[in-house]
């Protein structure tokens, strides 16, 4: 890459900042609404919550005007910050995938924002935002011309929209999160607290039921309007999924780029058939902002089993997780797990290695061979008087953690170099099977 001159770029639209923070206004004014304090002195808190406005508009104002974006030759370069200077370089030949998005604000005003999906990058990191919705569709254009060249571009920008493969049903999506642990687990001690104070006249207090409060109606917000219209299809460039009620979200799944799955069955979806299904995929493995949970791209989620046998045929042709013979774990195990150490197994075919775990929640992490960083032995000192040890199989981050948990020591020493052979077996296979330049 050539030397970068010092930008004198583009700025972003003028009312970016009031579009991204307008939920701080919104909090604090329900601040102002539940605090009985504020609410008797009007006048004290309409100058706080005045201050909090204009500091929150020279703030955001700031920031807008130390962002500045521009084009170079072989990537795009975005600036910001004026305490601490940041520079995003997004090279042009990293970029997988483009969409123009709007979520619920910015289609108010008209604006858009640039979501890139970038090989090597997190969630966050192929973000531009905002632009006026018109301008946001001519620079992906202008983008994908960069990225994919003119001839893919046009294909890329005529392709009409994909026949559906699967919808997921709202009434499905609902019930599935309704029957979460989190939310039957957070709304049965928001009645306990409920009862508590009216009939048994325990003074608890309210704000000991808001974590309660929101432990119901998070998962509600995220899970059924986040995924509403849930729809995966099958485009020339992998598989595709729409979602989202209030803010759509496009992602697009490349082919050769599943470095490995996650199938989550909590205890009463299992006895409705249901699961969960995500994705490590390169450079998509990352943190939503505010979420400490290590996300990948979402598959389906949630999904009956014979919906799930189909997606994963898709995104692994061939394959079959009912014919992979698993090895449960021995019985001493149970010292260490009680009751879970049955749903401890693991098992291979030629193209994946599988583990299981869980009880409660029923985990099975599929890892593809060729995608095996590396493969390890740990023996902690309960397991040494054991006679166990774990094999972790190593894959880049994201939501798959595949650990054959206490396996016999011979079994797991066996099992560490067997795997770590297969990997490099199935490695040197996928490079012989690449087109090699002349």
Sequence with gaps: MGPVTEPVGARLHPLTPFVKGWGYFVGGGLILVNNESLRSNLEIAGIGLLGVLIGGILLGALSWWFTKWQLTDDAIRVDSGFLFRRTRIIRFDRIQAIDVAQPFVARIFGMAELRMDV????????????????????????????????????????????????????????GATLLSSTVIGSAGALIWLIVATMVLDFHIGLFAGLPLLLGVV??????????????????????????????????????????????????????????????????VAGKDEGDDELQ????????????????????????????????????????????????????????????TSGWVSRRTSIVLHHKTQSVRLAQGPLQRKLNLADVHIDTPLGPTNAVALHRDANEAAWLTGAQANQARVARQAIETTRPHES
């Excluded at 496009?250 to 299904?277: A, K």
């Excluded at 879970?340 to 583990?355: C, H, I, K, N, P």
Aim: hydrophobic share 40%.
């Design 119 to 174: 090989a090597g990058g997190g969630k966050s990191d192929g973000k531009l935002s905002y632009f006026r919705y018109a301008e946001a569709g001519e620079l992906r254009t202008l983008l994908l011309v960069r990225a994919k060249g003119e001839q893919v571009a046009e294909q890329q920008l005529a392709q009409p929209e994909p026949e559906a493969l699967l919808v997921v049903p709202t009434s499905r999506l609902l």
């Design 218 to 283: 998070q998962p509600i917000w995220k899970q059924v309007v986040g995924n509403h219209g849930f729809t995966l299809s099958q485009t020339d460039h992998g598989l595709r999924t729409k979602r989202g009620l209030i803010d759509v979200q496009r992602q697009t799944i490349p082919p050769g780029r599943v470095q490995g799955l996650l199938i989550t069955e909590p205890l009463i979806w299992r006895l409705l058939g249901w699961s969960r299904v995500e994705l490590d995929i390169a450079g």
């Design 296 to 355: 990948g791209a979402q598959l389906l989620p949630v999904g009956e089993r014979a919906e799930v046998a189909g997606v994963l045929a898709r995104v692994l042709p061939g394959f079959n997780l009912d014919a992979i013979q698993l090895q449960r774990a021995p019985e001493r195990a149970k010292w260490l797990r009680p009751i879970g150490w049955r749903y401890l197994s693991y098992g291979a075919d030629d193209q994946v290695f599988v583990t």
